[in-house]
């Protein structure tokens, strides 16, 4: 309902310059302008009473209707020379995405997901949400970004689209630092330094100033599985860690407890 959110402005920085080079682009499908009525009225009272207001069935149904149509069209890169991409077709189906605070959390697999298909209808509700037979009958997913809620799905939506923008090949000039990112292996990224080698008696680790690539290399998986250990747990008890990354996660948990 609110298509000026999505002029690309938001975008910063490197994405941003993906979105005004081309690389990505949003098409908007307003409800209201499929609304019939003199009033282009886009709400409707809820059934059994209740505060608020639902978003109005037909416009809201209409726009989604639009959207994957149109979605449909947008074909998958053929900058992508992956073995899911082989195959797909000009006519793919989008996946329809609710952006909802009852979905599931937004995850970085689904970004990876999304931008490689090439597009992705984002249903952005507003009021109390969108009628529950348009959820069962029109959308394939419901997408959270957190237990917490927003009073529309645009910021989500917006956060969908930066996350999906820098994954877009050519988006990022060094395509390592995004298959690198926290996440992209389930875990998370290894701790990071610049210059000054010392901060207030804190030290730079003084393997990444060997120059041994090897070492560094080492040192980094075991930095992210450990700090992956400490912050995530959940993330090392969804992963049957290899041999090699049980053997740094013991000698993390080793060095850690020395200290
Ligand atoms: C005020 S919220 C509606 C909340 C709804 N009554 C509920 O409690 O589940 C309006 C819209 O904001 C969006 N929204 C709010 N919080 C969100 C979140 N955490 N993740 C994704 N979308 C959210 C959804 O599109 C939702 O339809």
Not at 166 to 180: F, K
């Amino acid at each position: 309902m609110f298509p000026e959110t999505f002029t690309g402005d938001h975008l910063i920085g490197v994405t941003g310059r993906a979105f005004r080079d081309g690389l990505v682009s949003v098409e908007c499908f307003n409800p209201r302008d499929f609304a019939m009525d003199r009033h282009r009225t886009v709400d409707d009272k809820p059934y059994g009473g209740g505060p608020g207001m639902l978003m109005k069935v037909a416009p809201i149904r209409k726009a989604i209707h639009n959207a994957k149509e149109a979605a449909t069209e947008a074909h998958v890169s053929p900058d992508v020379p992956t073995e899911a991409s082989k195959g797909a077709s000009k006519k793919m189906l989008p996946e329809v995405v609710y952006l909802s605070p009852q979905g599931q959390p937004l995850t970085q697999g689904d970004l990876a997901e999304w931008a490689l298909k090439g597009s992705v209808v984002l249903v952005c509700g507003r009021y109390e949400g969108i009628d529950e037979r348009i959820i069962e009958s029109d959308i394939d997913r419901e997408v959270s970004i957190g237990d917490f809620v927003l009073s529309g799905g645009e910021v989500p939506a917006m956060a969908v689209i930066d996350g999906v923008t820098r994954l877009v090949p050519g988006a990022v000039g060094d395509r390592d630092s995004v298959t690198q990112d926290s996440f992209s292996s389930g875990l998370l990224d290894y701790p990071q330094f610049t210059r000054p080698e010392e901060i207030e008696g804190r030290q730079v680790p003084e393997v990444l100033l060997s120059g041994d690539h090897g070492k560094i290399e080492r040192w980094r998986q075991k930095q992210a599985l450990g700090k992956t250990w400490e912050k995530r747990p959940d993330l090392i008890r969804a992963r049957s860690l290899t041999k090699i990354e049980q053997q740094l996660l013991d000698e993390y948990l080793a060095e850690t407890v020395k200290k």
